[in-house]
């Protein structure tokens, strides 16, 4: 079993930055994909990013990429979201996700319905 603990969400201006951790206990993430999304009242979750166990392969959606960075430290078992750029329509519960014991160290999953465990989520609210 798995337990995702997510941080570092908060009240931001538009134009700044936020750093979001997910950290992971009850077992490691090493062989894990990881991702992210984020859902807002009234709508589906939505993918967000995703990473390899190995870290070596990220996935964005079209809407966050160039702004969002995923990352991973294994070793401290916690996967990390950089957000920059806020804009108001990224206010939302951010999400962390786990799907464990991947064989391939580059595959990547953007769907919510591969993944097997969930955070209870940390909420970036954006003012303008």
């Known amino acids: 079993q798995v337990q995702l603990i997510e941080s570092g969400g908060g009240l931001v201006q538009a134009g700044g930055s936020l750093r979001l951790s997910c950290a992971a206990s009850?077992?490691?993430?090493?062989?894990?994909?990881m991702g992210w999304f984020r859902q807002t009242p009234g709508k589906e979750r939505e993918f967000v990013a995703a990473i390899s166990w190995s870290g070596g392969v990220t996935d964005y959606s079209d809407s966050v990429k160039g702004r969002f960075t995923i990352s991973r430290d294994n070793a401290a078992n916690t996967v990390y979201l950089r957000i920059s750029s806020l804009k108001p329509e990224d206010a939302a519960v951010y999400y962390c996700?786990?799907?464990?014991?991947?064989?391939?160290?580059?595959?990547?999953?953007?769907?919510?319905?591969?993944?097997?465990?969930w955070g209870q989520g940390t909420q970036v609210t954006v003012s303008s």
């Open positions: 009850g077992r490691t993430l090493s062989s894990s994909v």
């Open positions: 996700a786990a799907k464990a014991t991947v064989a391939d160290p580059s595959l990547i999953l953007n769907r919510s319905y591969f993944y097997h465990y």
